[in-house]
Protein backbone atom coordinates (compact mmCIF):
# COMPACT_ATOMS: atom_id res chain seq x y z
CA UNK A 1 0.00 0.00 0.00
CA UNK A 2 1.47 3.03 -0.97
CA UNK A 3 1.53 5.85 1.74
CA UNK A 4 -0.10 9.10 1.60
CA UNK A 5 1.69 12.48 0.07
CA UNK A 6 3.07 14.70 2.80
CA UNK A 7 1.08 17.80 2.39
CA UNK A 8 3.49 21.03 3.07
CA UNK A 9 2.99 24.43 4.48
CA UNK A 10 4.91 27.57 4.28
CA UNK A 11 5.33 30.53 6.70
CA UNK A 12 6.67 33.87 5.83
CA UNK A 13 8.13 36.38 7.84
CA UNK A 14 7.62 39.85 6.16
CA UNK A 15 9.54 42.17 8.63
CA UNK A 16 11.16 45.20 9.16
CA UNK A 17 14.58 44.18 7.88
CA UNK A 18 14.40 41.16 5.82
CA UNK A 19 12.06 38.82 4.48
CA UNK A 20 12.21 35.15 5.78
CA UNK A 21 9.97 31.85 4.30
CA UNK A 22 10.14 28.53 5.90
CA UNK A 23 8.53 25.21 4.19
CA UNK A 24 7.50 22.69 6.63
CA UNK A 25 5.84 19.79 7.24
CA UNK A 26 2.08 19.98 7.51
CA UNK A 27 1.85 17.23 10.02
CA UNK A 28 4.82 17.21 11.88
CA UNK A 29 5.83 20.50 11.59
CA UNK A 30 9.22 19.61 10.62
CA UNK A 31 11.28 22.26 8.55
CA UNK A 32 11.91 20.87 4.70
CA UNK A 33 14.05 24.54 3.84
CA UNK A 34 14.28 27.95 4.56
CA UNK A 35 14.77 31.16 2.39
CA UNK A 36 15.84 34.63 3.25
CA UNK A 37 15.73 37.86 1.59
CA UNK A 38 17.07 41.75 2.97
CA UNK A 39 14.62 44.19 3.03
CA UNK A 40 15.56 48.20 2.42
CA UNK A 41 16.35 50.51 5.07
CA UNK A 42 14.02 53.53 5.95
CA UNK A 43 10.71 53.80 7.97
CA UNK A 44 9.27 55.02 4.48
CA UNK A 45 8.85 52.25 2.04
CA UNK A 46 7.46 51.05 -1.06
CA UNK A 47 5.29 47.89 -0.49
CA UNK A 48 6.87 46.56 -3.78
CA UNK A 49 10.51 46.21 -1.89
CA UNK A 50 8.61 44.03 0.05
CA UNK A 51 7.09 41.99 -3.19
CA UNK A 52 10.31 41.89 -4.50
CA UNK A 53 12.01 40.54 -0.94
CA UNK A 54 9.60 37.42 -0.75
CA UNK A 55 10.17 36.61 -4.35
CA UNK A 56 13.95 36.28 -3.84
CA UNK A 57 13.37 34.75 -0.17
CA UNK A 58 10.79 32.14 -1.85
CA UNK A 59 13.79 31.42 -4.57
CA UNK A 60 16.48 30.87 -1.92
CA UNK A 61 13.54 28.24 -0.34
CA UNK A 62 13.23 26.08 -3.69
CA UNK A 63 10.29 27.65 -4.47
CA UNK A 64 6.85 26.83 -3.36
CA UNK A 65 5.57 24.57 -6.24
CA UNK A 66 4.71 21.98 -3.96
CA UNK A 67 3.29 24.02 -1.21
CA UNK A 68 -0.13 23.34 -0.05
CA UNK A 69 -0.85 26.27 2.03
CA UNK A 70 0.84 29.95 2.63
CA UNK A 71 0.35 32.45 5.57
CA UNK A 72 1.96 35.86 5.67
CA UNK A 73 3.02 37.12 9.08
CA UNK A 74 4.70 40.60 8.79
CA UNK A 75 5.98 43.85 10.78
CA UNK A 76 2.19 45.74 12.42
CA UNK A 77 0.91 49.32 12.11
CA UNK A 78 2.58 50.15 8.57
CA UNK A 79 0.18 51.83 6.31
CA UNK A 80 -1.05 50.36 2.83
CA UNK A 81 -2.79 52.79 0.45
CA UNK A 82 -4.42 51.59 -2.65
CA UNK A 83 -6.61 53.74 -4.99
CA UNK A 84 -9.61 52.20 -6.70
CA UNK A 85 -7.40 50.21 -9.28
CA UNK A 86 -5.18 48.72 -6.21
CA UNK A 87 -2.07 50.35 -7.23
CA UNK A 88 -0.22 51.90 -3.95
CA UNK A 89 -0.89 55.35 -3.69
CA UNK A 90 2.53 56.42 -1.74
CA UNK A 91 4.98 54.06 0.20
CA UNK A 92 4.18 52.80 3.17
CA UNK A 93 4.51 54.67 7.11
CA UNK A 94 6.16 51.86 8.82
CA UNK A 95 5.60 51.50 12.48
CA UNK A 96 9.25 53.30 13.49
CA UNK A 97 8.29 56.30 11.73
CA UNK A 98 7.49 58.90 14.52
CA UNK A 99 6.74 61.83 12.62
CA UNK A 100 3.34 61.24 13.50
CA UNK A 101 3.62 61.60 17.11
CA UNK A 102 2.05 64.94 17.11
CA UNK A 103 -0.95 63.55 14.87
CA UNK A 104 -1.48 60.65 18.35
CA UNK A 105 -0.94 63.33 20.84
CA UNK A 106 -3.88 65.57 18.80
CA UNK A 107 -6.22 62.38 18.20
CA UNK A 108 -5.68 61.48 21.75
CA UNK A 109 -7.14 65.13 22.96
CA UNK A 110 -10.14 64.72 20.45
CA UNK A 111 -11.29 61.60 22.18
CA UNK A 112 -11.06 62.95 25.37
CA UNK A 113 -7.54 62.04 26.69
CA UNK A 114 -5.75 58.30 26.57
CA UNK A 115 -8.00 56.51 28.70
CA UNK A 116 -10.72 56.89 26.19
CA UNK A 117 -9.15 55.59 22.85
CA UNK A 118 -8.06 52.70 25.78
CA UNK A 119 -11.64 51.62 26.07
CA UNK A 120 -12.37 52.14 22.95
CA UNK A 121 -9.68 50.07 21.04
CA UNK A 122 -7.80 48.52 23.74
CA UNK A 123 -5.04 50.69 23.46
CA UNK A 124 -3.25 53.98 24.28
CA UNK A 125 -2.39 56.23 20.58
CA UNK A 126 1.75 56.50 20.27
CA UNK A 127 2.97 56.99 17.20
CA UNK A 128 3.08 53.62 16.24
CA UNK A 129 -0.22 52.36 15.38
CA UNK A 130 -1.44 52.93 11.87
CA UNK A 131 -4.51 55.25 12.65
CA UNK A 132 -1.95 57.79 13.79
CA UNK A 133 -0.24 57.60 10.23
CA UNK A 134 -3.49 58.24 8.49
CA UNK A 135 -3.86 61.54 10.48
CA UNK A 136 -0.31 63.06 9.76
CA UNK A 137 -1.18 61.90 6.04
CA UNK A 138 -5.10 63.77 6.02
CA UNK A 139 -2.60 67.10 8.09
CA UNK A 140 -0.04 66.56 5.26
CA UNK A 141 -1.11 64.94 2.06
CA UNK A 142 -4.39 65.76 1.43
CA UNK A 143 -4.36 64.49 -2.31
CA UNK A 144 -3.44 61.52 -0.78
CA UNK A 145 -6.36 61.22 1.11
CA UNK A 146 -8.35 61.72 -1.61
CA UNK A 147 -7.10 58.88 -4.17
CA UNK A 148 -6.96 56.58 -1.22
CA UNK A 149 -9.97 53.70 -1.72
CA UNK A 150 -8.53 50.99 1.03
CA UNK A 151 -6.24 51.11 3.41
CA UNK A 152 -4.77 47.94 4.80
CA UNK A 153 -1.29 46.53 6.23
CA UNK A 154 1.28 44.92 5.11
CA UNK A 155 0.94 41.14 6.01
CA UNK A 156 -2.80 42.38 4.04
CA UNK A 157 -1.08 43.50 1.01
CA UNK A 158 1.49 40.50 0.75
CA UNK A 159 -1.58 37.99 0.96
CA UNK A 160 -3.56 39.63 -1.51
CA UNK A 161 -0.49 39.66 -3.69
CA UNK A 162 -0.20 36.12 -3.57
CA UNK A 163 -4.32 36.00 -4.09
CA UNK A 164 -3.21 37.80 -7.90
CA UNK A 165 -4.08 41.09 -6.46
CA UNK A 166 -6.38 43.38 -8.41
CA UNK A 167 -6.22 41.22 -11.65
CA UNK A 168 -7.61 38.18 -9.93
CA UNK A 169 -10.15 40.06 -8.24
CA UNK A 170 -8.38 39.61 -4.83
CA UNK A 171 -10.36 40.33 -1.76
CA UNK A 172 -8.29 42.27 0.94
CA UNK A 173 -8.36 40.21 4.35
CA UNK A 174 -7.10 40.25 7.13
CA UNK A 175 -7.08 38.29 11.18
CA UNK A 176 -7.98 40.16 14.70
CA UNK A 177 -4.40 40.18 16.03
CA UNK A 178 -2.91 42.60 13.29
CA UNK A 179 -6.14 44.29 13.30
CA UNK A 180 -5.97 45.07 16.81
CA UNK A 181 -2.71 47.06 16.35
CA UNK A 182 -4.47 49.99 13.60
CA UNK A 183 -6.07 51.92 16.03
CA UNK A 184 -9.23 51.74 14.38
CA UNK A 185 -10.51 48.03 15.48
CA UNK A 186 -12.11 46.92 18.69
CA UNK A 187 -10.55 43.69 19.38
CA UNK A 188 -12.61 43.31 22.67
CA UNK A 189 -15.83 44.08 20.48
CA UNK A 190 -14.56 42.47 17.49
CA UNK A 191 -15.32 44.83 14.94
CA UNK A 192 -13.79 48.02 13.71
CA UNK A 193 -14.13 51.58 14.39
CA UNK A 194 -14.89 53.32 10.99
CA UNK A 195 -15.83 56.43 12.88
CA UNK A 196 -12.33 56.85 14.62
CA UNK A 197 -10.88 56.21 10.93
CA UNK A 198 -13.10 58.85 9.82
CA UNK A 199 -12.05 61.45 12.73
CA UNK A 200 -8.02 60.44 11.69
CA UNK A 201 -8.05 60.39 8.14
CA UNK A 202 -11.85 62.48 7.08
CA UNK A 203 -12.46 59.79 5.12
CA UNK A 204 -13.82 56.16 5.40
CA UNK A 205 -11.90 53.93 2.63
CA UNK A 206 -12.89 50.45 2.32
CA UNK A 207 -10.70 48.04 4.86
CA UNK A 208 -9.92 44.53 4.32
CA UNK A 209 -12.40 42.07 5.78
CA UNK A 210 -11.88 40.17 9.44
CA UNK A 211 -11.34 36.40 9.01
CA UNK A 212 -11.65 34.02 11.32
CA UNK A 213 -8.35 32.28 12.56
CA UNK A 214 -8.49 29.21 10.50
CA UNK A 215 -10.41 30.57 7.81
CA UNK A 216 -8.75 30.83 4.47
CA UNK A 217 -8.38 33.79 2.27
CA UNK A 218 -8.20 32.05 -1.14
CA UNK A 219 -5.96 30.49 -3.77
CA UNK A 220 -2.70 31.96 -4.34
CA UNK A 221 -2.13 32.94 -8.30
CA UNK A 222 0.31 33.92 -10.49
CA UNK A 223 4.61 32.84 -11.16
CA UNK A 224 4.96 32.63 -7.10
CA UNK A 225 2.70 30.08 -6.33
CA UNK A 226 -0.37 28.69 -7.99
CA UNK A 227 -3.43 26.87 -5.96
CA UNK A 228 -1.96 26.85 -2.55
CA UNK A 229 -4.60 27.67 0.27
CA UNK A 230 -3.74 31.16 1.77
CA UNK A 231 -4.17 31.55 5.36
CA UNK A 232 -5.63 35.06 6.49
CA UNK A 233 -1.97 35.78 8.23
CA UNK A 234 -1.14 38.28 11.59
CA UNK A 235 0.81 40.44 13.02
CA UNK A 236 4.51 39.58 13.49
CA UNK A 237 3.93 39.64 17.44
CA UNK A 238 0.53 37.17 17.51
CA UNK A 239 2.79 35.47 14.47
CA UNK A 240 5.77 34.40 17.05
CA UNK A 241 3.73 33.68 19.84
CA UNK A 242 1.67 31.01 17.87
CA UNK A 243 5.44 29.82 16.49
CA UNK A 244 6.58 28.95 19.74
CA UNK A 245 3.42 27.31 20.62
CA UNK A 246 2.21 29.70 23.88
CA UNK A 247 -0.58 28.86 25.67
CA UNK A 248 -2.98 31.06 27.70
CA UNK A 249 -0.79 32.59 30.73
CA UNK A 250 2.62 31.84 28.76
CA UNK A 251 4.45 35.55 28.82
CA UNK A 252 6.42 35.23 25.53
CA UNK A 253 9.34 37.75 26.29
CA UNK A 254 11.75 38.56 22.99
CA UNK A 255 14.82 40.27 23.18
CA UNK A 256 15.30 41.99 19.99
CA UNK A 257 16.00 45.68 18.70
CA UNK A 258 13.17 46.51 20.79
CA UNK A 259 12.02 44.62 24.12
CA UNK A 260 8.58 42.77 23.62
CA UNK A 261 7.03 41.46 26.55
CA UNK A 262 3.34 40.08 25.77
CA UNK A 263 0.87 37.04 27.37
CA UNK A 264 -2.08 34.81 25.88
CA UNK A 265 -4.92 35.74 27.54
CA UNK A 266 -8.53 34.80 27.79
CA UNK A 267 -9.30 38.41 28.36
CA UNK A 268 -9.10 41.73 26.79
CA UNK A 269 -7.50 44.62 28.47
CA UNK A 270 -7.33 48.08 28.66
CA UNK A 271 -4.74 50.64 30.13
CA UNK A 272 -5.54 53.71 30.21
CA UNK A 273 -1.80 54.17 31.51
CA UNK A 274 -0.73 53.02 28.02
CA UNK A 275 1.89 50.73 28.65
CA UNK A 276 0.10 47.86 27.71
CA UNK A 277 -1.29 47.56 24.14
CA UNK A 278 -4.41 45.73 24.40
CA UNK A 279 -3.81 43.22 21.12
CA UNK A 280 -5.65 40.09 19.98
CA UNK A 281 -3.53 37.06 19.11
CA UNK A 282 -3.93 34.99 16.43
CA UNK A 283 -5.72 32.20 17.39
CA UNK A 284 -9.59 33.98 18.98
CA UNK A 285 -7.89 35.06 22.73
CA UNK A 286 -5.96 37.97 23.21
CA UNK A 287 -2.38 39.27 23.37
CA UNK A 288 -1.28 42.20 25.83
CA UNK A 289 1.69 43.52 25.36
CA UNK A 290 4.33 45.65 26.37
CA UNK A 291 7.36 47.39 24.47
CA UNK A 292 10.27 48.72 25.65
CA UNK A 293 12.75 50.45 23.17
CA UNK A 294 16.41 48.93 24.81
CA UNK A 295 17.08 45.39 24.62
CA UNK A 296 19.49 43.35 22.56
CA UNK A 297 21.66 46.89 21.59
CA UNK A 298 22.21 47.47 25.72
CA UNK A 299 24.17 44.25 25.73
CA UNK A 300 25.82 45.53 22.08
CA UNK A 301 27.07 48.81 23.85
CA UNK A 302 28.37 47.03 27.16
CA UNK A 303 30.13 44.95 24.88
CA UNK A 304 31.68 47.96 22.48
CA UNK A 305 32.53 50.02 26.07
CA UNK A 306 34.46 47.02 27.68
CA UNK A 307 35.98 45.76 24.12
CA UNK A 308 34.82 42.05 24.49
CA UNK A 309 32.28 40.03 22.61
CA UNK A 310 29.64 39.14 23.60
CA UNK A 311 30.26 35.47 25.03
CA UNK A 312 33.02 36.94 27.45
CA UNK A 313 30.59 39.81 28.25
CA UNK A 314 28.76 36.94 29.26
CA UNK A 315 31.17 35.29 31.11
CA UNK A 316 31.63 38.12 32.79
CA UNK A 317 28.48 39.17 33.96
CA UNK A 318 28.42 35.48 35.46
CA UNK A 319 31.29 35.69 37.02
CA UNK A 320 29.95 38.91 39.56
CA UNK A 321 27.80 38.79 42.69
CA UNK A 322 24.28 39.08 42.08
CA UNK A 323 23.15 42.66 42.23
CA UNK A 324 26.68 43.59 41.32
CA UNK A 325 27.32 44.78 44.61
CA UNK A 326 24.94 47.24 44.33
CA UNK A 327 26.07 48.83 40.89
CA UNK A 328 23.09 49.04 38.05
CA UNK A 329 22.29 50.11 34.71
CA UNK A 330 19.03 52.01 34.17
CA UNK A 331 19.31 51.46 30.39
CA UNK A 332 17.30 53.83 28.90
CA UNK A 333 20.23 54.28 26.10
CA UNK A 334 17.65 55.25 23.43
CA UNK A 335 14.66 56.71 25.33
CA UNK A 336 12.20 54.60 26.69
CA UNK A 337 8.86 53.65 26.09
CA UNK A 338 8.05 51.68 29.09
CA UNK A 339 7.87 53.71 31.22
CA UNK A 340 7.39 56.45 29.08
CA UNK A 341 10.45 58.48 28.97
CA UNK A 342 11.59 59.59 25.21
CA UNK A 343 13.78 62.06 26.13
CA UNK A 344 15.85 60.13 29.14
CA UNK A 345 19.38 58.48 28.92
CA UNK A 346 21.01 55.67 30.36
CA UNK A 347 22.36 55.87 33.97
CA UNK A 348 24.68 54.30 36.00
CA UNK A 349 24.68 53.94 39.72
CA UNK A 350 26.58 52.71 42.32
CA UNK A 351 29.96 52.68 41.48
CA UNK A 352 32.99 52.85 43.85
CA UNK A 353 36.24 51.06 44.37
CA UNK A 354 35.20 47.25 44.33
CA UNK A 355 31.92 47.60 41.76
CA UNK A 356 34.11 49.97 39.15
CA UNK A 357 35.59 45.92 37.14
CA UNK A 358 34.79 44.65 33.88
CA UNK A 359 32.84 41.66 35.79
CA UNK A 360 30.50 44.47 37.81
CA UNK A 361 29.65 46.23 34.67
CA UNK A 362 28.94 43.42 32.93
CA UNK A 363 26.20 42.07 35.01
CA UNK A 364 24.58 45.48 36.21
CA UNK A 365 24.04 45.84 32.26
CA UNK A 366 22.54 41.98 31.96
CA UNK A 367 20.22 42.62 35.59
CA UNK A 368 19.27 46.22 33.96
CA UNK A 369 18.19 44.86 30.85
CA UNK A 370 16.08 42.46 32.94
CA UNK A 371 14.56 44.87 34.95
CA UNK A 372 13.23 46.49 32.18
CA UNK A 373 11.87 43.94 30.92
CA UNK A 374 10.77 42.83 34.83
CA UNK A 375 9.00 46.33 35.03
CA UNK A 376 6.81 45.25 31.45
CA UNK A 377 6.08 41.72 32.89
CA UNK A 378 4.47 43.58 36.18
CA UNK A 379 2.32 46.32 33.64
CA UNK A 380 0.68 43.25 32.81
CA UNK A 381 0.16 41.62 35.86
CA UNK A 382 -1.61 44.93 37.15
CA UNK A 383 -4.23 44.55 34.48
CA UNK A 384 -5.42 41.17 36.39
CA UNK A 385 -3.81 38.90 33.43
CA UNK A 386 -2.96 35.62 34.69
CA UNK A 387 1.00 35.47 33.62
CA UNK A 388 2.77 32.05 34.68
CA UNK A 389 6.36 30.81 32.85
CA UNK A 390 8.74 32.75 30.50
CA UNK A 391 9.23 31.68 26.70
CA UNK A 392 12.59 33.52 25.82
CA UNK A 393 13.37 34.35 22.47
CA UNK A 394 15.51 37.07 20.36
CA UNK A 395 18.98 37.43 19.70
CA UNK A 396 19.54 38.35 23.35
CA UNK A 397 18.02 34.77 24.56
CA UNK A 398 21.16 33.92 22.70
CA UNK A 399 23.24 35.53 25.74
CA UNK A 400 23.75 33.02 28.70
CA UNK A 401 23.81 35.19 31.17
CA UNK A 402 20.68 36.38 29.66
CA UNK A 403 18.81 32.91 30.29
CA UNK A 404 20.68 32.11 33.42
CA UNK A 405 19.90 35.42 35.01
CA UNK A 406 16.40 35.85 33.70
CA UNK A 407 14.58 33.25 36.31
CA UNK A 408 15.96 34.94 38.55
CA UNK A 409 15.33 38.82 37.42
CA UNK A 410 11.86 37.75 36.70
CA UNK A 411 11.07 35.64 39.45
CA UNK A 412 9.77 32.93 36.72
CA UNK A 413 10.85 29.39 35.52
CA UNK A 414 12.26 30.38 31.74
CA UNK A 415 12.08 28.22 28.94
CA UNK A 416 14.43 28.98 25.98
CA UNK A 417 13.35 27.04 22.47
CA UNK A 418 16.16 26.50 20.36
CA UNK A 419 16.98 29.22 18.17
CA UNK A 420 14.42 29.52 14.95
CA UNK A 421 12.55 31.97 12.88
CA UNK A 422 9.64 32.07 15.19
CA UNK A 423 7.37 34.81 13.07
CA UNK A 424 7.46 32.38 10.06
CA UNK A 425 7.10 29.15 12.11
CA UNK A 426 3.51 30.75 13.53
CA UNK A 427 2.55 31.88 9.90
CA UNK A 428 3.41 28.30 8.73
CA UNK A 429 1.45 26.97 11.96
CA UNK A 430 -1.60 29.10 10.87
CA UNK A 431 -1.12 27.86 7.31
CA UNK A 432 -1.29 23.87 8.43
CA UNK A 433 -4.47 24.69 10.67
CA UNK A 434 -6.20 26.14 8.16
CA UNK A 435 -5.58 23.44 5.31
CA UNK A 436 -6.09 20.45 8.12
CA UNK A 437 -9.46 22.48 9.89
CA UNK A 438 -10.40 21.88 13.50
CA UNK A 439 -10.85 24.02 16.66
CA UNK A 440 -7.26 24.54 17.18
CA UNK A 441 -3.78 24.70 15.64
CA UNK A 442 -1.56 21.39 15.20
CA UNK A 443 0.78 20.14 17.52
CA UNK A 444 4.48 20.59 16.60
CA UNK A 445 7.42 19.82 18.22
CA UNK A 446 9.93 22.58 16.94
CA UNK A 447 12.98 21.39 18.79
CA UNK A 448 14.73 20.64 21.88
CA UNK A 449 14.29 23.60 24.57
CA UNK A 450 16.26 24.66 28.15
CA UNK A 451 14.32 24.92 30.94
CA UNK A 452 15.59 27.40 33.91
CA UNK A 453 14.19 27.38 37.21
CA UNK A 454 13.26 30.37 39.28
CA UNK A 455 15.32 31.50 42.47
CA UNK A 456 14.51 34.65 42.69
CA UNK A 457 16.82 37.44 43.99
CA UNK A 458 14.14 40.12 44.75
CA UNK A 459 17.06 42.71 46.15
CA UNK A 460 18.26 43.15 41.98
CA UNK A 461 14.65 44.58 41.63
CA UNK A 462 14.48 46.69 44.89
CA UNK A 463 17.70 48.17 44.14
CA UNK A 464 16.92 48.86 40.74
CA UNK A 465 13.68 50.47 41.85
CA UNK A 466 15.50 53.06 43.74
CA UNK A 467 17.52 54.03 41.27
CA UNK A 468 15.01 54.02 37.93
CA UNK A 469 14.28 57.70 38.30
CA UNK A 470 17.53 58.88 38.68
CA UNK A 471 18.34 59.65 34.75
CA UNK A 472 19.06 62.99 33.11
CA UNK A 473 17.20 63.83 30.01
CA UNK A 474 18.98 64.56 26.57
CA UNK A 475 20.06 67.70 25.96
Known sequence: MSSPTRRTV????????????VVRDAESGRL?????????DGTEVDPAHWWSALQEAVADAGGLED????AVGAQQHGSVLLDEAGEVVRPALLWNDGRSAAAADALTDELGGPGA??????SVLVASLTV???RWLADHEPATVRRTASVCLPHDWLTWRLAGGAAAGARLVTDRGDASGTGYYSPARGEYRTDLLERAFGATPALPEVLAPSAAAGESAGALSRGAVLGPGTGDNMAAALGVGAQVGDVVVSIGTSGVVSVVSDVATSDPSGLVAGFADATGRYLPLVCTLNAARVLDSAARLLGVDHEELSRLALSAPAG???????????GERTPVRPDATGALHGLTLSTSTPAH?????????LCGLADGLDALVEQGVPVGRVVLVGGGARSEA????????LARPVVVPEPGEYVADGAARQAAWVLAGGEAPPEWELGASQVFEADPTPHVRERYAQVRDLTATRP
Not at 67 to 70: E, H, K, R, S, T
Open 10 to 21: AGVDSSTQSCKV
Open 32 to 40: LRIGRAKHP
Open 67 to 70: VDAV
Open 117 to 122: WAREVG
Open 132 to 134: TKL
Open 324 to 334: AGGLVLVPYLE
Open 361 to 369: LARATVEGL
Open 402 to 409: VRRLAPAV
